[in-house]
């Protein structure tokens, strides 16, 4: 079996234990230099925690281990695509390179779709489901401001 199969089993696993455990049927490990560093399922209903797919639960899990926010030089393998939320976290996180099982369409079949988010994404603010707006109040950007003039921060 090669190196990426038995990364991708390793995360289909998580996924079969986390489903075992009472969590949904996802799981992700993270790896760096050929070594399995976190792995984790999703923990929405046990949380209880909406962001806690299994994804965001292995970059939190790696960069505690890492001591790191910045998960360059890693690989994430996840027993499904990711959905909007995971991507943007992966994205966030500077993985390098993203493997999954299944994918969207399949999880679908299941009862697991994510499409609805990309499409409210690309709709303007006055037509998305949720009510989206912004208010305009005055020094809005002051923690961006605050943030400019910082000289001792740790950029991300």
């Known amino acids: 079996m090669s190196q990426n199969n038995q990364f991708i089993y390793e995360?289909?696993?998580?996924?079969?234990?986390?489903?075992?455990?009472g969590g949904g049927p996802f799981g992700a490990v993270i790896v760096k230099e050929g070594k399995i560093i976190a792995r984790a399922g999703n923990r929405v209903t046990l949380e209880p925690d909406p962001t806690a797919h299994a994804e965001v639960?292995?970059?939190?899990?790696?960069?505690?281990?890492?001591?790191?926010?910045?998960?360059?030089?890693?690989e994430?393998?996840?027993?499904?695509?990711?959905?909007?939320?995971?991507l943007g976290a992966i994205y966030w996180a500077r993985l390098d390179?993203?493997?999954?099982?299944?994918?969207?369409?399949?999880a679908q079949e299941f009862g697991f779709d994510d499409s609805f988010i990309y499409k409210e994404c690309e709709k303007p603010f006055h037509l998305r489901t949720i009510s989206t707006i912004e208010l305009e109040i005055e020094n809005a950007d002051?923690?961006?401001?605050?943030?400019?003039?910082?000289?001792?921060?740790?950029?991300?």
């Open 11 to 21: 995360a289909v696993q998580e996924s079969v234990k986390s489903v075992q455990s």
């Open 57 to 74: 639960n292995a970059i939190r899990m790696a960069a505690r281990e890492l001591d790191n926010f910045d998960l360059s030089g890693c």
């Open 76 to 86: 994430i393998y996840c027993s499904c695509e990711p959905c909007p939320m995971c």
């Open 97 to 106: 390179k993203i493997y999954f099982a299944s994918n969207s369409q399949k």
């Open 142 to 156: 002051a923690g961006f401001r605050e943030w400019k003039a910082k000289e001792d921060k740790t950029e991300y």
